[in-house]
């Protein structure tokens, strides 16, 4: 008798199809590739200073050191008088010095600011060509509250909410202005240091 169905025919395995990249297709992946770590390069070059910088965040902050009396020196010539260089205990740091001229309202000045122990910030303008305009400007127009003395001279006063106190004093044959954020106890320091120069 014979069979009426075909002999079963064996399975073959398929091959295993494997992608091919073209030439083309291999040189923009590894494109893709190279700008990924360029990118993570450029990005670490980003990261890496600001991260130096914070290593150090809970030291004390160092501050650029302002020769005074050097700039002081320079600025003698100009001036026609000798620039106030007061000579401050420890823990007040002169952040800037400069000789001003020219400006607007014809007033040329010393400057000068120190950051306190207090991390708080005191300033002097000095000059010889000081006039009530000028010095309405540099107290930002406060009124006339009292008196201080410090360094045997009788200052002047100016304070009122919302803006810097200032004293104002004759030092020699100059007008001083000492202004900004500290307290009366840091003003009274660098408005007697001042005083010690002599102003003249």
Request: charge should be neutral; aromatic fraction near 8%.
């Amino acid at each position: 008798m014979s069979s009426t169905h075909e002999d079963a025919q064996p399975q073959t395995e398929q091959p295993t199809v494997r992608p091919v990249l073209t030439p083309g297709a291999a040189k923009r992946a590894n494109a893709s590739v190279t700008g990924m770590i360029m990118a993570l390069a450029v990005s670490l070059l980003a990261i890496v200073p600001v991260w130096l910088l914070s290593g150090n965040s809970g030291a004390q902050v160092q501050r650029p050191t302002v020769n005074v009396s050097a700039v002081a020196s320079e600025a003698k010539g100009a001036a026609g008088f000798s620039p106030a260089a007061p000579s401050l205990p420890a823990g007040y740091s002169a952040n800037y010095a400069r000789w001003v001229s020219g400006t607007s309202d014809g007033v040329n000045h010393w400057d000068v600011g120190w950051v306190t122990p207090q991390q708080q910030f005191v300033s002097i303008e000095q000059t010889a060509m000081a006039n009530p305009t000028w010095i309405t400007q540099q107290v930002n127009e406060a009124p006339i509250t009292g008196t201080r003395s410090a360094g045997g001279i009788t200052w002047t006063l100016y304070d009122k909410p919302g803006v810097e106190k200032s004293y104002v004093g004759k030092v020699g044959k100059t007008t001083v202005i000492v202004s900004g954020s500290g307290g009366f106890p840091e003003f009274d320091v660098v408005a007697a240091g001042v005083a010690a120069t002599g102003g003249n």
